[in-house]
């Protein structure tokens, strides 16, 4: 199985920015897409931004160009950079892994989640 810690969240004015952390561990090699998702007050967990393990990454359109997901493999660490904050990026954000093994031929991950708040 996938442990999945999430870092990083806070408070920031509009504009700001934040850089969000998600430490992985257990069968790191079962992985293949590793991916933040966001749960806004009164709103439905929503996928952000996606990164696969070819370096192939994707986002949604309301943070495409201001966010940037990437992996770091040396400590198998996933980031999400986010600048030009708004106050619709509020939200608990949270690290998601998906992949597969012989025993659970696909399984899905989640972290606890971190908290950032923009304020106006």
């Known amino acids: 199985q996938v442990q999945l810690v999430e870092s990083g969240g806070g408070v920031v004015q509009s504009g700001g920015s934040l850089r969000l952390s998600c430490t992985a561990s257990g069968s790191i090699s079962s992985i293949d897409t590793m991916s933040w998702y966001r749960q806004a007050p009164g709103k439905q967990r929503a996928l952000v931004a996606a990164h696969i393990r070819s370096g192939y990454t994707n986002y949604v359109d309301s943070v495409r160009g201001r966010f940037t997901i990437s992996l770091d493999d040396t400590n198998n660490t996933l980031y999400l950079q986010m600048n030009s904050l708004t106050p619709e990026d509020t939200g608990v954000y949270y690290c998601?892994?998906?992949?597969?093994?012989?025993?659970?031929?696909?399984?899905?991950?989640w972290g606890q989640g971190t908290q950032v708040t923009v304020s106006s």
């Open positions: 998601n892994a998906i992949g597969s093994t012989s025993a659970r031929p696909a399984y899905m991950s």
